[in-house]
């Protein structure tokens, strides 16, 4: 029985997890970085149990070198970033003018939103998820 249990358990954790909700925001002031944030979480319910499917027209293969995939989220940021910006990035800037000076405030984001990572030898290919069509 408890071995049971243990594997039940076992199975349960997300150990090699492919499907992530990525998340990122930048703040920059007067040209000064002033913050980052940069999130994959792994999720706990899979895209086929919420009836989402990859979206072939949102993808992009990154060649790498790393030997897992937390290695590589954390080691190709910014090949990552391009993928996801090529997808689409939300902008703000609030620029101000007093006395010729220039006040700047830019706000940079990719809402949260479902990805899935097919982790190859060389290659990894990064899908949004998106809602299958209900008929």
Request: charged content about 25%.
């Amino acid at each position: 029985m408890q071995k049971i249990i243990f594997a039940l358990f076992l199975s349960s954790l997300p150990f090699y997890a492919s499907e992530y909700i990525f998340s990122y925001q930048l703040g920059v002031k007067n040209g000064i970085i002033l913050k980052e944030k940069y999130y994959f979480s792994p999720t706990m319910i899979g895209a086929k149990i919420l009836k989402k499917d990859k979206n072939p027209y949102k993808k992009c293969e990154i060649p790498h070198l790393a030997r897992s995939e937390k290695e590589f989220l954390k080691d190709y940021k910014e090949e990552i970033l391009e993928c996801f910006f090529t997808w689409g990035i939300k902008l703000e800037d609030r620029t101000e003018t007093k006395y010729l000076q220039s006040q700047s405030t830019t706000f940079l984001w990719i809402p949260p939103m479902r990805i899935q990572i097919e982790f190859e030898n060389g290659i990894a290919t990064i899908y949004a998820l998106k809602n299958k069509e209900m008929r």
